[in-house]
């Protein structure tokens, strides 16, 4: 992982500037529908104060980007660098995945 | 849509330079999200709590995200506000012990003296560097009110005239109050003044909050030199090391006169048994110990932000 994915939160499934990225992924959003998508896809719902407060991080550290305004919404995208960290992260991620599953495979094994 | 409630006081806790980028947008998302209805008092206190640390962040006393200019000015404010911590636990310091030399054996007085005026001397030396940081940005100052005006000067300092002026008048009514008292009632002094005494030092608590607080709000509107900013880091650093000082003092007299006299502490009959530990000395040491706990942490951050500053290349167009 980047510099700037440990230094603003990559690391755990419910960071915010990782569900962030992980939303904007699929294409460019503005606040409302990216709360609306993180509920969804991952069942957490950001408050007001950790959303925008992930999304100024991430934009100050060039992970994302602002799109021009639409009736006052200001839709965000994924950069290239955000790109790699949340390929990084999810890399990363994987790997704990990958060995919970293989760990969880032998023990049921055993236990047959 | 057609809604129109107004967020504006959900916002105040964020500072203006992140009102100004993200405030409209932000307000549209509340509106989205809470519609007509109130905003949930967890949500409120998600504002409350990251407006908070985005005010910390754009004022460079935490994170990296600032320039180290801004880092060494915010973090000397926070050395500054320590000082502020050390000045209400100080004067109540002076004020628990003034007596102490003659409430305890002239035997034991070597070692206490020495503590005491360890502590004399590195007050004062602190009373030194914030008059000669003051006088550094004085011309700063000067530019700035010749910019802004005198009106938008005065919108900054009102309230810090204001608690000057109520907390002055107070002083003034409870030290003629005190002056005029009979020789018996000197010996007992009444409740009423007792309790005048303790609003008289909330008010200058409060009224050094607010000075504290418009010399931080002026501070970062001057517009000061990279020279003039490492100057005030040194200064700050200089007065942490004068605030260590003043804790050893006051800690090394706390315990050689708890060692030798702890009747001082309590009933002042020598020989007579008392706790060392009376709650006012307590409360005394934990708030210079928070003083010194923010003076480390601003020292540390103005040193990491001289030595990025040194690494990194001037910045061009900066004036004082």
Not at chain 2, 247 to 261: K, R
């Amino acid at each position: 992982m980047g510099k700037a994915g440990k230094a603003i939160g990559l690391r755990r499934v419910n960071d915010p500037p990782l569900l962030i990225l992980t939303s904007l992924a699929e294409g460019p959003k503005h606040g409302y529908a990216l709360s609306q998508d993180i509920e969804q896809f991952a069942g957490v719902q950001l408050s007001p104060g950790a959303l925008y407060g992930a999304i100024a991080r991430l934009e100050e550290r060039g992970l994302i980007e602002a799109l021009p305004e639409v009736e006052r919404r200001r839709p965000y995208r994924v950069t290239a660098a955000g790109s790699a960290e949340l390929a990084q992260a999810m890399r990363e991620m994987r790997r704990v995945v990958d060995v919970g599953t293989h760990r969880l495979g032998l023990l049921k094994g055993w236990l047959a | 849509m057609g809604r129109s409630i107004d967020h504006s006081d959900d916002l105040k806790w964020y500072p203006r330079s992140w009102r100004e980028h993200y405030g409209e947008e932000f307000a549209v998302f509340l509106q989205d999200r809470y519609g007509d209805g109130p905003v949930p008092m967890s949500a409120r206190l998600s504002m409350i709590r990251c407006g908070t640390v985005e005010r910390l962040r754009t004022g460079g006393i935490i994170g990296s995200s600032v320039n180290a200019d801004r880092r060494i000015r915010g973090a000397s404010l926070l050395v500054l506000c320590a000082w502020g911590l050390f000045v209400v636990a100080g004067a109540a310091f002076a004020k628990y012990t003034e007596h102490w030399p003659l409430a305890t054996p002239q035997v034991d007085h070597r070692m206490p003296e020495v503590a005491m005026g360890l502590v004399r001397v590195a007050a004062a030396a602190g009373v030194f560097i914030v008059l000669i940081a003051g006088l550094v940005t004085l011309p700063a100052l000067v530019a700035l009110v010749r910019t802004d005006g005198w009106k938008s000067m005065w919108a900054t300092i009102r309230m810090m005239v204001v608690s000057a002026a109520v907390t002055g008048t107070a002083a003034i009514v409870i030290v003629s109050w005190n002056a005029h008292l009979s020789p018996s009632q000197s010996v007992t002094t009444p409740w009423s003044l007792r309790a005048a005494g303790v609003v008289g030092g909330l008010l200058v608590v409060a009224a050094l909050a607010v000075c504290l607080g418009t010399v931080v709000a002026i501070v970062y509107r001057l517009r000061l030199s990279d020279q003039v900013t490492r100057v005030l880091g040194v200064l700050a650093m200089a007065m942490s090391g004068a605030l260590v000082l003043i804790f050893a003092g006051a800690l090394t007299w706390w315990i050689t006169t708890a060692m030798h006299a702890p009747w001082f502490f309590g009933s002042l009959v020598p020989r007579s048994p008392s706790s060392p530990a009376p709650l006012a000395m307590v409360v005394m040491a934990l708030t210079m110990l928070s003083g010194l706990g923010l003076a480390g942490f601003g020292t540390v951050r103005i040193a990491v932000g001289m030595g990025r500053s040194r690494c990194a290349p001037a910045p061009a167009g900066r004036t004082e």
